[in-house]
């Protein structure tokens, strides 16, 4: 799998010298407080202290470069600007999602990306993530999804906001970083190539992405090759699907545990890590809908 860079906002210049008041101007100061105070006193002083104050205030209040509004536009020509990139953009609710095609994707009979489509895909994240973190609008997902125009694969990448913001301060470490990076490849999809319209997905949810990102986890850590996906459809519980349960079973009591044990460790590390409260349990099924394990959150 490709590894996206960590986006970093640093900014380099020089410190200002602080300068000492001379004494003459500390007298001066003294006497205009003192005079102050002598015709006005305490209480028109300080209340015209405050209101100073609430004027520098709000000539230093910084308006945020991307407005809400307009951030669907600025990633469009940020993306034609910097990169030369043609993609669409919205904003929908909570998410800043872009889409965009690109003539092959994957490499021949395989499902990992080409390496100057796993470019093109970090380039768009990468403006999408200045932008988001330059923004007033209140968003807690990036989606970034690219399209095959020739077979309709998709590559599918999704962000939450507030982890870039915890990674640029240096809050979190960069492997926990990476972990909470969703991706999904989807050899299967069938898109509109004729007409070449981006065909939207609904925005993400918390527990959509969440869902997803413990199933990743489990596969990129598994020992065996393990092949399962989210179904959400039971209220509150999180359900992973293995669809090579029937493979593993072959393969002993104790590969079985191992990956019964490894997806406790994904599902617990990962909403314990949100503090997400929306499911209470996870359980377990193989590809026929029977329950190979359970646990309570």
Sequence with gaps: MMKLKRYSNRTEGNA???????????????????AALALGGAVH??????????????RLILKPTYP??????????????????????????NTL?????????????????????????????????????STDAPLQFIEVKMADVLTGATVTLWRYVPDIRDSMYTRMAEDEYINRLVIEVDTEAQRNIQ?????????????????????????????VGLQAHEDLSQ??????????????????????SKVTD?????????????????????????GRGSAVGSWKL
């Design 16 to 34: 200002s010298k602080t300068k000492t008041m001379k004494p003459a101007n500390k007298i001066i100061l003294g006497a205009c407080l003192g």
């Design 195 to 223: 007409g070449r319209n981006p065909q939207w997905d609904a925005p993400i949810t918390m527990a959509e992405f969440l869902a997803k990102q413990v199933v990743l986890r489990a596969k990129r850590q598994s020992p």
């Design 68 to 93: 809400g509004s307009q951030v669907a536009l600025a990633l469009k020509k940020m993306c034609a600007s910097d990169y030369h990139m043609t993609v669409e953009a919205r904003r929908k609710d």
């Design 235 to 256: 209220p509150s519980t999180l359900v992973v699907v293995i669809d090579n349960w029937p493979a593993i079973q072959q393969q002993g009591m104790q590969q079985q």
């Design 45 to 58: 002083y300080w209340s015209s202290l405050q209101n100073g104050w609430q004027r520098m205030g709000a």
């Design 262 to 286: 490894l997806l406790e460790k994904s599902s617990k590390d990962v909403l314990h890590g949100y503090g997400f409260e929306g499911f209470r349990g996870v359980v377990l099924e193989d």
């Design 97 to 133: 999602q872009t889409f965009f095609w690109r003539v092959g994707l994957l490499k021949s009979n395989q499902a990992e990306m080409r390496n100057d489509a796993a470019e093109a895909l970090e380039r768009v994240l990468l403006c999408a993530t200045r932008i988001a973190l």
